[in-house]
């Protein structure tokens, strides 16, 4: 039996003009491909629902006047390469049809929200999501449903990812589906990774910070990377900043093997020392320029530590990795605050010269002189921020802000709180004054609800050497 699929006719120096006009305004069949005529004109499959708002004899003057445009049917309509392409989500979902099909099992709609549509690639192993394939019926068809799923997807091995473990490590529970071994390569910005998915983490979402931390000017630095992981950061500090000599430290002996494999597959191992197992009791003192602390949610416990590493006599630069809590209501009465309540100038003074109360902890050094607490009056701290033109203020505790432009008041908040305690840090261990200077804020990623991933560039100083 014939199909017949309604088209507009128009002659052929005008049809770029008739497709442009349908397909803009939704008339267009994109599944039909356009067809020539014998006489040379030009045929253009249309929606059949969208005849009615169609008026051939306006059409001309609309679309291309001096044009002729009738009404025809389209006899055997051929296909378009875009209807013939299939999704690779379209293929796995046919091919599991069928194979259930065999199995006398009824496709069903729960059936068909079952099955992925994205996963993550890594060479010829995919990760699928904890989500996918939860149905009883996979299990009992195990492993051949595997195997049509990586024909489907054109792989060769499947691993299915979990929950991160609460073990300290941060390892992945992730499961091997198909194949004989869970190690991947992976390349990030010219630099060759090779892991093994179900011991090591790889979080592809902080490719903006690997390529920000690839822009630094290292040259000459020693950098100490404090959570080295499988070398996120280590290995673009190596191979495109400049660095002269990189400590990693890295705590899980997974990683420390992948580690070591990467720098040796990237050619700069003998420009890196590894250190295994807990940072707390690394030996290194006063020889880095810049120590990198990429551990998230927090990496407060590796502060002091980062501290000791820098140098004495010019200090250095911390690149400090946290995650920042967004309360958006708290955020919006602060501004309503701020638009209607003008403070005067006396008030402008008390923010500006008000030192943070020192806690007990604090008071138990003879350091203590020097000694401030994170700064507790948050609701202030707008004000604080922008309360002139001037790019930068010192408050008298010597922490120096630079006042860049930031999407969030909660990430300058932590950045001064940060940056005050590290100050104290320093001073309490080196028992003289220290001075400490914002340099940047860089928002990583964000996580739901109202979580964000930043980055604190903190200019340590010495203030004898200021």
């Given amino acids: 039996m014939q199909t017949e699929r309604n088209a507009i006719v128009t002659q052929a120096q005008f049809a770029q003009q008739y497709r442009e006009y349908l397909e803009k305004n939704g008339f267009l069949d994109t599944t039909i491909r356009l067809q020539k005529q014998p006489d040379g004109s030009v045929a253009l499959p249309v929606l059949w629902n969208k005849l009615n708002q169609l008026d051939h004899l306006n059409l001309c003057d609309t679309v291309a006047p001096g044009s002729t445009c009738t009404f025809t049917l389209l006899k055997n309509p051929i296909s378009s390469k875009k209807a013939l392409v299939k999704s690779c989500h379209q293929r796995l979902q046919e091919e599991l049809c069928a194979l259930l099909k065999c199995r006398g099992v009824l496709w069903t709609e729960e059936l068909s929200h079952d099955v992925p549509q994205v996963w993550k690639r890594h060479g010829d192993m995919i990760v699928l999501n904890e989500s996918a394939f939860q149905a009883e019926i996979w299990k009992t068809l195990e492993p051949e449903v595997w195997h049509v799923v990586a024909n489907a997807v054109g792989v060769r091995r499947i691993a299915k990812a979990g929950?991160?473990?609460?073990?300290?490590?941060?390892?992945?529970?992730?499961?091997?589906?198909?194949?004989?071994?869970?190690?991947?390569?992976?390349?990030?910005?010219?630099?060759?990774?090779?892991?093994?998915?179900?011991?090591c983490m790889f979080s592809s979402g902080n490719i903006t910070e690997k390529l920000r931390v690839s822009s630094f000017d290292?040259?000459?630095?020693?950098?100490?990377?404090?959570?080295?992981?499988?070398?996120?950061?280590?290995?673009?500090?190596?191979?495109?900043?400049?660095?002269?000599y990189v400590h990693a430290c890295e705590w899980n002996p997974h990683a420390v093997d992948a580690l070591l494999k990467n720098l040796e597959l990237n050619k700069v191992?003998?420009?890196?020392?590894?250190?295994?197992?807990?940072?707390?009791?690394?030996?290194?003192?006063?020889?880095?320029?810049?120590?990198?602390?990429g551990l998230i949610p927090s990496s407060e416990e590796g502060w002091p530590v980062a501290c000791k590493l820098l140098k004495?006599?010019?200090?250095?630069?911390?690149?400090?990795?946290?995650?920042?809590?967004?309360?958006?209501?708290?955020r919006d009465s602060l501004a309503n605050k701020k638009n209607n309540n003008s403070r005067s100038?006396?008030?402008?003074?008390?923010?500006?010269?008000?030192?943070?109360?020192?806690?007990?902890?604090?008071?138990?050094?003879?350091?203590?002189?020097?000694?401030?607490?994170s700064i507790a009056i948050e609701e202030n701290t707008p004000d604080l921020r922008w309360k002139d033109n001037k790019s930068q203020f010192e408050s008298n505790c010597g922490t120096c802000?630079?006042?860049?432009?930031?999407?969030?008041?909660?990430?300058?908040?932590?950045?001064?709180?940060?940056?005050?305690?590290?100050r104290?840090?320093?001073?309490?261990?080196?028992?003289?004054?220290?001075?400490?200077?914002?340099?940047?804020?860089?928002?990583?990623?964000?996580?739901?609800?109202?979580?964000?991933?930043?980055?604190?560039?903190?200019?340590?100083?010495p203030c004898d050497n200021n």
């Fill in 163 to 199: 929950r991160i473990s609460a073990d300290g490590f941060r390892t992945p529970r992730v499961t091997l589906l198909l194949g004989d071994d869970a190690w991947v390569h992976h390349v990030d910005n010219g630099i060759r990774y090779t892991f093994d998915m179900t011991k």
């Fill in 218 to 244: 290292c040259r000459g630095e020693v950098v100490v990377d404090l959570y080295a992981g499988i070398g996120y950061f280590a290995l673009p500090f190596l191979m495109h900043t400049g660095a002269s």
């Fill in 269 to 293: 191992l003998d420009r890196c020392e590894v250190h295994s197992g807990d940072n707390q009791q690394l030996l290194l003192r006063n020889l880095a320029d810049r120590v990198n602390l």
């Fill in 312 to 330: 004495e006599d010019r200090g250095g630069i911390l690149h400090i990795h946290n995650n920042v809590s967004l309360f958006p209501a708290k």
């Fill in 345 to 373: 100038s006396t008030e402008q003074q008390h923010l500006t010269e008000m030192e943070p109360a020192r806690s007990n902890s604090e008071m138990t050094s003879p350091a203590s002189t020097y000694a401030l607490q």
């Fill in 401 to 422: 802000c630079e006042k860049k432009r930031v999407t969030h008041p909660e990430w300058q908040v932590w950045a001064e709180s940060t940056a005050l305690r590290i």
């Fill in 424 to 461: 104290n840090i320093l001073e309490t261990h080196h028992k003289k004054p220290w001075s400490t200077n914002i340099l940047h804020i860089e928002h990583v990623k964000s996580y739901a609800p109202y979580i964000d991933h930043v980055v604190l560039d903190l200019e340590c100083r």
